[in-house]
């Protein structure tokens, strides 16, 4: 009993967790150098869209999941949370079209038409980003109305536009070479800034805007080991800054700064997760208010079982295409 | 605005992102075989013009599979956004055939079509094969999964009523092998195996009247056809039989796309006319006395239930032109198909007047597929969950039909230029082949 009503939609919650973790992750890198399309030359932009090539795909097929599971694991939020979020949604999915048929379009268009599509490979990119900052902004403040909270979500917005950045650019770093990761090691910079603010507001803002988030975060003496979130972020906001100082950057340590970057999200994450656990919809919508057993004990089953394989084959795909992008994608 | 305009706005916006997505799936699914055996005859002919058969036509393919993603994205959320009713009902049998989409197929696709697309010099020579493989079967296992929930949405079976009247699954073996499924999967497979049969003939064609003798356009050409002459024949005969599966589960859908108005014994078959709800008659109409009897149950003399027997009917001149539409383009494509066979068997050659006329057939596969969509999805209407969930009963109250409008011209937007810039890189890449 303990096991299907308490067990079941914790371990949905968390797989939703890791699906929209890895989405921000993986489509953030992608979508960060869609960003920076403007800032490069013809033949840089070539090299920036072929580093993401093979990859975006399926970095895509993470928020599918992720939204899949909120669709069928807890569908009672699912409709609350799009509703809600509706034309932000929307925004993002037209974002995510127009830059997703750009990849292919770019590449085999010729003239204006070629620079059409850059542009709206670089607004699909910054559409699709700041729609889903203005949704994290608008979720965690519980879909408050008001225009100061508007104006907030708006802020969250740009801030993770320049999280993606910094994804993209530290990608960068890594799959680039020559006068192109120079410029990517001051992008970076740009990126890690923005960062800094978003994760700043953020984290103020949550526990001022609920009750049960305030009481989480000032609960002494659980506050001080929480503190380690925040130390930890800072630690590596300071190591990502000191290696982007460094030009040139050692051969050996050019995956450091992405993986640096990888580290913020993954703390911003583990704080907001701590922060709204155990609600979907804070102070509305609980977890436990989740399918029924019988659906989610069948999709646990296929999750455990697939998962695995699905990360195997990624790391493969990963591992086809390490090394430098060049100019030319297609052999 | 009223709930019966926020009904429509969220038909209408649903409706043009499914028609929409429709398109690149019935395409990419066969496609994707055909991409199989282009790489397969390249390895074992190691024929150079084999190679560039499959290079362009793997453009092709992540061209139209890019279109097929982020419209599937689309969808995704648009179940939450339009039709919350849906998923607070059905949610526990449509979720997790779903989320195994998902899990199942749509990773395996979107993870190896990079290989296929950019790895050939990165991956050994069966590794290549084996993704090429992997990314068809992927497509078809999709197919499967989102066949399923649809045929269980016309036909349901399976499930029982939880307590708070949500529905479960008692068997899914029940609830995935619902009646019309292995009917609707068939036509399904086989619509995207002659919808990408007259797209590879039609560009094929295309490049042949550009650079004739071409020999990669030679050889993707004379395997279209030979395809297309196979399965538009099966196609009928699997229609057939899906009609009478139909027949036996939603008379009313029948009665509808035939307008049959009364039951009776011996119906006629009306060829053509204009259906008048109003008058319950159908307007300047050609009948043929008893054959629809002879066509829908087998039995020249076999009673068919009329609409008057189905207070619940769909609107009847749709489904009624939509079904006309696709069997009047299905037979065509029969005749193409054995046509051009016949021309080329006897003049051992592509005569201009025949690669024009397969041309012109490029898109046939589309508005066949297209026109059978809304037979079978306007033809469940009033239901969205025949007999279980009405589609009025399903949408969401927090949207507002501002939203919905705003939204919707936002997507009828963007859905034009993309489609505009899909036709436009079609004829181009189809244009200069594999140069």
């Not at chain 1, 960062?195 to 803002?205: D, I, K, Q, Y």
């Not at chain 2, 989320?99 to 697309?117: D, N, P, Q, R």
């Not at chain 2, 073996?173 to 036509?187: A, C, E, K, Q």
Request: glycine share 10%; aromatic share 14%; net charge positive.
């Amino acid at each position: 009993m303990i096991y299907t009503e308490l067990g079941l939609p914790l371990a949905f919650a968390a797989l939703m967790g890791v699906a929209i973790l890895a989405y921000v992750v993986l489509d953030g890198y992608d979508l960060g150098v869609g960003m920076l399309m403007p800032a490069a030359s013809p033949e840089q932009q070539n090299r920036m869209v072929n580093s993401i090539g093979p990859f975006w795909d399926a970095n895509e097929t993470w928020l599918v999941l992720g939204v899949g599971i909120l669709l069928v694991a807890f569908p009672a939020a699912h409709g609350v949370i799009l509703q809600a979020l509706y034309l932000p949604v929307a925004a993002m999915l037209v974002g995510l079209m127009l830059r997703g048929v750009a990849f292919e379009f770019r590449m085999k268009a010729l003239g204006w038409h070629r620079e059409l599509w850059n542009w709206l490979f670089w607004f699909g990119s910054f559409l699709a980003s700041f729609a889903q900052g203005v949704m994290l902004g608008r979720y965690i403040t519980g879909f408050a109305p008001g225009v100061g909270y508007y104006l907030f979500a708006l802020t969250v917005g740009a801030a993770l536009c320049g999280g993606y950045v910094l994804m993209g650019a530290t990608w960068l770093i890594a799959r680039t070479e020559g006068e192109l990761q120079k410029k990517s090691l001051a992008w970076a910079r740009w990126g890690l800034l923005w960062v800094g603010l978003g994760v700043a507001l953020v984290s103020l803002a949550t526990p001022m805007v609920s009750e049960t988030v305030r009481a989480k975060w000032f609960n002494f003496p659980a506050t001080l080991w929480l503190m380690l979130l925040p130390a930890a972020t800072f630690a590596a906001g300071v190591r990502l800054w000191i290696l982007t100082g460094r030009n040139p950057l050692d051969k050996n340590h050019e995956w450091r700064p992405f993986f640096c970057a990888v580290a913020i999200f993954v703390l911003a994450f583990m704080g907001l997760a701590y922060s709204i656990f155990p609600w979907v919809v804070i102070d509305r919508i609980g977890i436990w208010e989740a399918s029924r057993p019988e659906a989610l004990r069948v999709m646990l089953v296929g999750a455990l079982l697939v998962l695995p394989l699905i990360l195997a084959y990624n790391v493969l795909v990963y591992r086809i295409f390490r090394g430098k992008a060049r100019e030319h994608l297609y052999d | 605005m009223d709930g019966s305009d926020i009904l429509l706005l969220a038909r209408a916006q649903f409706g043009l992102n499914v028609a929409f997505h429709i398109l690149f799936p019935s395409l990419t699914i066969g496609l994707a075989w055909f991409l199989v055996y282009f790489r397969a005859q390249y390895a074992r002919t190691g024929a150079a013009e084999w190679l560039d058969v499959y290079k362009v036509w793997t453009k092709v393919f992540a061209l139209s599979f890019a279109m097929g993603v982020v419209s599937g994205i689309t969808m995704s959320f648009q179940f939450g956004t339009n039709w919350p009713g849906f998923m607070l009902k059905v949610g526990n049998i449509a979720g997790p055939l779903l989320a195994y989409e998902v899990l199942t197929a749509f990773f395996l696709e979107a993870s190896f079509l990079g290989v296929m697309l950019f790895g050939m010099s990165r991956v050994p020579p069966w590794l290549h094969m084996a993704s090429t493989c992997i990314v068809a079967v992927g497509t078809t296992l999709s197919a499967f999964w989102i066949l399923a929930l649809n045929s269980w949405m016309q036909t349901p079976a399976g499930h029982v009523a939880a307590p708070d009247g949500a529905l479960i699954a008692g068997s899914w073996l029940g609830v995935i092998w619902n009646p019309s499924f292995p009917y609707r999967m068939s036509h399904m497979l086989l619509a995207s195996g002659l919808t990408a049969s007259f797209v590879l003939a039609g560009l094929s064609a295309w490049r042949l009247l550009k650079a004739p003798g071409d020999g990669a356009a030679t050889r993707s050409l004379r395997t279209a056809l030979v395809v297309a002459a196979v399965l538009a024949p099966l196609q009928a005969f699997v229609g057939d039989l899906h009609g009478l599966n139909t027949l036996e589960h939603q008379p009313a859908k029948i009665a509808a796309l035939e307008a049959i108005w009364t039951t009776e014994k011996g119906v006629p078959l009306t060829l053509v006319g204009i259906p008048n709800e109003k008058t319950n008659s159908t307007d300047y109409a050609i009948k043929l006395p008893k054959l629809g009897s002879l066509v829908l149950a087998h039995d020249a003399d076999a009673e068919i239930q009329g609409l008057d027997r189905f207070p619940d009917h769909p609107p009847v001149a749709p489904v009624f032109f939509a079904f006309r539409a696709m069997v009047g383009v299905g037979m065509l494509m029969i005749a193409m198909a054995w046509f051009s066979l016949f021309i080329v068997y006897k003049t051992k050659a592509f005569p201009r007047f025949l690669l024009w006329g397969l041309a012109g057939f490029t898109f046939s596969g589309w508005i066949a597929t297209l026109s059978g969509w809304l037979v079978t999805e306007i033809g469940r209407q009033p239901w969205l969950v025949y007999g279980i969930l009405r589609t009025a009963d399903a949408t969401g109250n927090a949207v507002t039909g501002a939203q919905l409008g705003a939204s919707l011209t936002g997507y009828l937007l963007t859905y034009a230029l993309m489609f505009l810039a899909y036709l436009v890189v079609l004829t181009h890449l189809a244009g200069k082949g594999s140069q």
